[in-house]
């Protein structure tokens, strides 16, 4: 099997996370940010990740394809809940992580922006959807005080404490995303998430970008 991801997509990360957890062996791919090739050729749009299953078939979606990967063994190890309030939580933070992620990724030394066209591909791409980079990077603390409130309230919708032995779909939705939101130095983490993002780094062997921040 193959995987094409992004290192910084949260949507990435959570396949990610289970084949590192299942020890599941699979031949890794960073794409460039400027092949949008390779992918729609496999499916007739851009979209990533994607998994190129044991018989050559290209699957995407990241939560049908943790499910796939989970099931392979029969002995899925992903539990419930799967809560409703946290996924509109998530879906509250997705806007301002794009617009404080966005002009820092490519800041950090990632592999799918190691050359100018891929970084000059997103940057365009991505300019027309939260405009000017240097604007969004000068704005980010009015962003950043919004992002700020949001985590303030995320001990209070889903249990965080970082011993629990059981991973949960909770957990796969949630971590990617503040793994990402790891770039922001702004960011004020409250003790109980940075404890639980980098407790969940640790489980599945994923690195955060807290020693990258900017």
Request: charged letters at 25%.
């Amino acid at each position: 099997m193959k995987l094409y991801y992004y290192d910084h997509c949260p949507f990435s990360a959570r396949v990610r996370m289970l084949l590192n957890l299942k020890e599941i062996k699979v031949k890794t791919v960073v794409l460039p940010a400027d092949d949008e090739q390779t992918i729609t050729r496999l499916l007739g749009q851009h979209q990533i990740p994607v998994l190129i299953r044991q018989d050559d078939t290209p699957m995407a979606d990241s939560m049908g394809i943790v499910k796939y990967l989970d099931y392979l063994d029969g002995k899925p190890i992903v539990r419930k809940p799967d809560t409703a309030e946290l996924q509109k939580w998530i879906e509250e933070l997705v806007p301002n992580l794009q617009y404080l992620g966005y002009p820092r990724w490519t800041r950090i030394g990632l592999e799918e922006f190691a050359s100018p066209s891929a970084y000059e591909h997103f940057l365009r791409k991505k300019t027309a959807s939260i405009g000017d980079f240097n604007e969004a990077l000068a704005d980010t603390h009015n962003t950043a005080c919004d992002v700020n409130r949001n985590l303030a309230q995320l001990q209070h919708i889903i249990d965080l404490t970082s011993h629990r032995s059981a991973l949960r779909w909770d957990d796969i939705a949630l971590f990617p995303m503040l793994r990402s939101l790891s770039v922001v130095k702004a960011v004020q983490w409250p003790d109980a998430v940075r404890t639980y993002t980098v407790c969940q780094a640790k489980r599945c062997r994923l690195d955060t970008f807290f020693d990258r921040a900017c």
